[in-house]
């Protein structure tokens, strides 16, 4: 059974750093790209970051870009997303996201990220 | 940077009806990489449609997708209460990036 569980997420304050993991388990981790999509409070989806199998490439949104950096470390079958210089608008929580062949097919339950003083 | 538009923002229907959501995109989608995903309330998103048309593991035919292009569609025909929730696209573009719709609500 494919398992994505989140952790790392909390109350942090403006200017903050935090570090979300992702533990996959069920399938082949290093075979697959994944993604950290987040949800605003009563908001939509909003794609964040992208890594490839290997860590040779990377994308984020451009509301991120330069403040997050996405990693994988997959001997641990883990996934990272490092948050510098957060923002109250990135409070949301946080999903660890499979892809298969460009679309989502499996959701970690997601851990929440509070930005605040 | 492609912008999906959903529309309705909300549609209410009743148990039994037909649905149809759209799904604009403001450039071309390359290879029909579009998606749709169902998310109720305190859940996660589900993967319902794939690649423009195709069903996802264990979604009834009553769901279907259909489009190419800039114009996407989600039908799902005889409504059952389960069915009332938020839908999602989502495009996967040339800059390897993802772009999710801002989400049409079906409610009773």
């Known amino acids: 059974e494919v398992q994505l569980v989140e952790s790392g997420g909390g109350l942090v304050q403006p200017g903050g750093s935090l570090r979300l993991s992702c533990e996959a388990s069920?399938?082949?981790?290093?075979?697959?790209?994944m993604h950290w999509v987040r949800q605003a409070p009563g908001k939509g989806l909003e794609w964040v970051s992208r890594i490839n199998t290997d860590e040779s490439s990377a994308s984020y949104a451009d509301s991120v870009k330069g403040r997050f950096a996405i990693s994988r470390d997959n001997a641990k079958n883990t996934l990272y997303l490092q948050m510098n210089s957060l923002r109250a608008e990135d409070t949301a929580v946080y999903y660890c996201?499979?892809?298969?062949?460009?679309?989502?097919?499996?959701w970690g339950q997601g851990t929440l990220v509070t930005v605040s003083s | 940077e492609s912008v999906l538009t959903q529309s309705p923002g909300t549609l209410s229907l009743s148990p039994g009806d037909t649905a149809t959501l759209s799904c604009r995109a403001s450039?071309?989608?390359?290879?029909?990489?579009l998606a749709w995903y169902q998310q109720k309330p305190g859940q996660t998103p589900r993967l319902l449609i794939f690649?423009?048309?195709n069903r996802a593991t264990g979604i009834p035919d009553r769901i279907s997708g259909s489009g190419s292009g800039t114009d996407f569609t989600l039908t799902i025909t005889r409504l059952e209460p389960e069915d009332f929730a938020v839908y999602y696209c989502q495009q996967y573009d040339n800059s390897l990036t993802w772009t999710f719709g801002q989400g049409t609500k079906l409610e009773i």
């Open positions: 996201v499979r892809d298969q062949l460009h679309y989502a097919d499996y």
């Open positions: 690649g423009a048309s």
């Open positions: 450039q071309i989608v390359n290879g029909n990489f």
């Open positions: 069920g399938f082949s981790f290093s075979s697959y790209w």
